[in-house]
């Protein structure tokens, strides 16, 4: 599966995920993580840095599996293969004989049952679709095609059928896989032949070298868009809050289309209307095999468009002079998509085969606190909060908030992101935690953060800790936002400036560059780029100056 390449003109201008009409996949993931910043990657180095995709959560494969058997055309596949027991007789093809097509419609409920209707009054499309379903069984290997000794070509099923009707996990999602990999094949050969169909190809055409370029050259932009969408959708999938997946199809293809921080022009919104043309029936056919819930574009639109340029009408405009603002059921007519939690899976096994990180949602929280705390803390392609709460989940509080505890002391380069993290695991535990809290008020390391989580929480008689822890604990919270933002300068010159200075800078600065932490010179260095106040900065300066020189 391709990596997306959105055209970004810059850094993210996007609002916090899930608010207004920015969606979370319109947030870079270096924004949302500092990790390529965190490995010195500048801008024109993104290409060649590794994709990051987002954490997931996924069900439990048994629950994968029963989503993947309620697929109707994957169900259907297995129904024909075990009709075909013990054989069935096909063509040279290994299609359904013509006696067996309506047969076949039937037993999948497609067509009236027998008597109820002539044969020849069973609908088309229910035999076209019995034959798709047994097209799919055929590929999928749960009938296997022979020649009888008297050269009769019979379908028997094939090995896989019985495990994958008891629902073995393993079994139904392998195939459902190789299923979903075939529509997208199929969907994007498709909408690749209507772009030759628009380019005026021909059969001629395909006959010579420039004419076999050009088909393959439009497979490839079929497939290199169908790839971006559906990356895009994973990422808008993972970020969303339950029940708000949901995408409409323009603004689908305005992430795949405008650069951030643009408005689109009369060129890119006919760009996005291209792209939502292009999508729709690629996106319609891998709403078959359950990767997707996929609400197509009205047809009767494009009748309704052609009708105002005839006609000469124009659409409603708005107070400001534009497009007036569709209603929800008028907008959801331009396309709405939804990626399932079986499409994530899909998606995901797709990106892992070709190489990609794509990690689970707990996968860094299967062991004790101090792996959490350090696997959490080393990676970049991770959501801490989430892991978090997994690890967090059916603990007992105080236990749990000594064994954190622990686990964030040192003075190893990731201490202060290991510390800043048993802060928020402490946060996400709450009032049941606090004992396990105030045995470490008087640790050096820890007893400045426990006093500041006492007080949030709105504890009682809560001790101030002395000046030196005080001021280590400034330095060690500066030094995990550092860690944790990558550098990111915005953020960094937000904490510089609520930075307790004095109004004497001189003093408190120099009572901070006496503490021994690892991080003392780099916290110093970056207040003295970034203070709004040119004294403390350079205050800041001399100070970092004289830390690096004690060492």
Known sequence: MAARRRRNAGPSAAGTPGE??????????????????AHGLDDEDLDDAAVLVPPVRLPAEPELAALAKAVPMFDWALRLSRWAAPHRAVDEFGDLTVPDRIPAARLLGLAPGEGEVPEGEVPEEAVVEAMRAWSLACDLDLVEIGTTAAGEHVAVPGPD????????PETVLELWLTAAGIVRELAVEADSQELEREDGGDAEAEEDEEGLGEVEDARDEAAELLDE???????????AEPGTETVPLGVLAALLVVPEGEEPSDELLGDITDVMVALDPMLADLSELGLLDYRPIDPELFDEEEGEEEG????????????????????????????????QYGIRQWLLEDGYD?????????????????GVSEAANVLPDEE?????????????ARELLAAARGSDAYAPMRRMLCHSALTLLGAPAEPAVRE????????GGAAAWLVALGAAEVPAPDRATALWTVVDAFAAQLLDTGGDPELLRELVAELPVTETPA?????LWRVEHPYTADVLEAVGEMHPDRAVAKEARKAAFKARSKG
Do not use: H, I
Request: a negative charge.
């Open 312 to 343: 000469g009408e124009t659409a409603a405009a708005g107070p400001d002079g534009g497009p007036a603002e569709l209603d929800e059921a008028e907008s959801a007519r331009f396309g709405l998509v939804r990626l399932t939690p079986l499409g």
């Open 388 to 400: 978090l709460k997994v690890w967090l989940e059916g603990r007992e509080p105080v236990a749990a």
């Open 507 to 511: 003093d408190y600065l120099g009572e």
């Open 20 to 37: 207004g009409a920015v969606l979370p996949a319109d947030l870079e993931l270096q924004d949302l993580y500092g990790a390529f910043a």
């Open 229 to 239: 969408a559906l990356q895009v959708l994973y990422e808008t999938t993972a970020f």
């Open 440 to 447: 470490v008020l008087g640790d050096p390391e820890l007893g």
């Open 358 to 374: 794509a990690p689970l949602v707990g996968d860094l929280a299967k062991g004790d606190a101090g792996e959490l705390l350090r």
């Open 161 to 168: 059928l019985e495990p994958a009707e008891e629902g073995d």
